[in-house]
Nanobody
Framework: QVQVVESGGGLVRAGDSLRLSCAASGRRAFNTHAMAWFRQALGKEREWIGTIRWRTSDTYYTDFAEGRFTISRDNAKSTVFLQMNSLRPEDTAVYYC???????????????????WGKGTQVTVSS
């Protein structure tokens, strides 16, 4: 099993920055192939933000995240970060971290690619 815990959410103003963290633990965490961030706003479907491949640090982003959001990792701590800049009220959502340990499945943007999920952290951006 893998435990996934997100942190760093909170209430910020439009234009501010915020960095979320996602820590993975458990025996299977050492087999991590990729880690991703998703978000879900109230009343909307969950949407993919981006993914980082663990061995290569290659990153992939959805269109709205390009240029504002950056995913990075700390290998030693099995932690991945989501740096969010120039936040907007429409970025308000619960942000989730997900882990792919199998290394195969659908494209990175699909939730069913991932095997373990955190419970999420709330980000609220006021105007």
């Amino acid at each position: 099993q893998v435990q996934v815990v997100e942190s760093g959410g909170g209430l910020v103003r439009a234009g501010d920055s915020l960095r979320l963290s996602c820590a993975a633990s458990g025996r299977r965490a050492f087999n991590t192939h990729a880690m991703a961030w998703f978000r879900q706003a109230l009343g909307k479907e969950r949407e993919w933000i981006g993914t980082i491949r663990w061995r290569t640090s290659d990153t992939y982003y959805t269109d709205f995240a390009e240029g504002r959001f950056t995913i990075s990792r700390d290998n030693a701590k099995s932690t991945v970060f989501l740096q969010m800049n120039s936040l907007r009220p429409e970025d308000t959502a619960v942000y989730y971290c997900a882990i792919d340990v199998t290394g195969y499945g659908g494209a990175y943007k699909y939730g069913n690619r991932y095997d373990y999920w955190g419970k999420g952290t709330q980000v609220t951006v006021s105007s």
